[in-house]
T-cell receptor
C-alpha cells in the first residue's frame, strides 16, 4: 500500500527565515498531493495542493514542488511569521479499486521564533 | 457552503461504554472519511464511506464501526471503550466528482474515556 514519509518531525526557524518540509511517497500511481496546516486545538486546514501533472505551485508565501521521478514533494514557506507556527501534514492520494484514498505523513511541528 | 460539522464536540465516557459520533459533510460531498488523532500519532485513518458503502478501512479493531446515510451524513461507533480510545476524532469530506480531490475536515469530537 501507499506509504508517506515526512521530514523533519520538528522544525524551528527564526521569524523571516524560510522553512522547508519534505515528503516522500511510495506509490507511483499517486496523483494528488495536498498539504494541511493544523493550529493548536483546531482542525487541519487545506493550505495548498498539487497534482501530478504540475511541477510547482505557489500561493503568496507558500509553495509546493513535486518531483515525480524521485517520488517526493516539498512545502516551502518564505518569510515565516509567528502565525505560521503549527503542525503541517502532507498527504498523497492514489486511486485504487476501492476509490481514492488519502494517505497522510506523520506531521511536522513548525515553530517560528520571534 | 457550510463546512463539515461534527457533533458532539466534546464527550466524556467511562471504560466499557459505547459512543456514537456524527458527521455532516459539505453539501454535495459524497465521501466521508474518519480519522483518529492522538498526541504524537498524527492522523490515523479509520475508514471511508461513499454512497452508504464502506470503501476503505484502516487498521483498527472491530470495535470501531461506521455507517453512512443516504444524505451522506455519517456516524462512527466505538463499542466497549478503552482508555486508549481517548482522542480527537476527525471526519473529512470530499466531492469525489468532476476530478475534484480536495478534502475538508470537520472540527472534531474530543473523546475522553475515564
Amino acid at each position: 500500500g501507499e506509504n508517506v514519509e515526512q521530514h523533519p518531525s520538528t522544525l524551528s526557524v527564526q521569524e523571516g527565515d524560510s522553512a522547508v518540509i519534505k515528503c516522500t511517497y511510495s506509490d507511483s500511481a499517486s496523483n494528488y498531493f495536498p498539504w494541511y496546516k493544523q493550529e493548536l486545538g483546531k482542525r487541519p486546514q487545506l493550505i495548498i495542493d498539487i497534482r501530478s501533472n504540475v511541477g510547482e505551485k505557489k500561493d503568496q508565501r507558500i509553495a509546493v514542488t513535486l518531483n515525480k521521478t524521485a517520488k517526493h514533494f516539498s512545502l516551502h514557506i518564505t518569510e515565516t511569521q509567528p502565525e505560521d507556527s503549527a503542525v503541517y501534514f502532507c498527504a498523497a492520494k492514489r486511486k485504487s479499486e476501492y476509490g481514492n484514498k488519502l494517505v497522510f505523513g506523520a506531521g511536522t511541528i513548525l515553530r517560528v521564533k520571534s | 457552503k457550510a463546512g463539515v460539522t461534527q457533533t458532539p464536540r466534546y464527550l466524556i465516557k467511562t471504560r466499557g461504554q459505547q459512543v456514537t459520533l456524527s458527521c455532516s459533510p459539505i453539501s454535495g460531498h459524497r465521501s466521508v472519511s474518519w480519522y483518529q488523532q492522538t498526541p504524537g500519532q498524527g492522523l490515523q485513518f479509520l475508514f471511508e464511506y461513499f454512497s452508504e458503502t464502506q470503501r476503505n478501512k484502516g487498521n483498527f479493531p472491530g470495535r470501531f464501526s461506521g455507517r453512512q446515510f443516504s444524505n451522506s451524513r455519517s456516524e462512527m461507533n466505538v463499542s466497549t471503550l478503552e482508555l486508549g480510545d481517548s482522542a480527537l476524532y476527525l471526519c473529512a469530506s470530499r466531492a469525489e466528482t468532476g476530478g475534484i480531490y480536495e478534502q475538508y475536515f470537520g472540527p472534531g469530537t474530543r473523546l475522553t474515556v475515564t
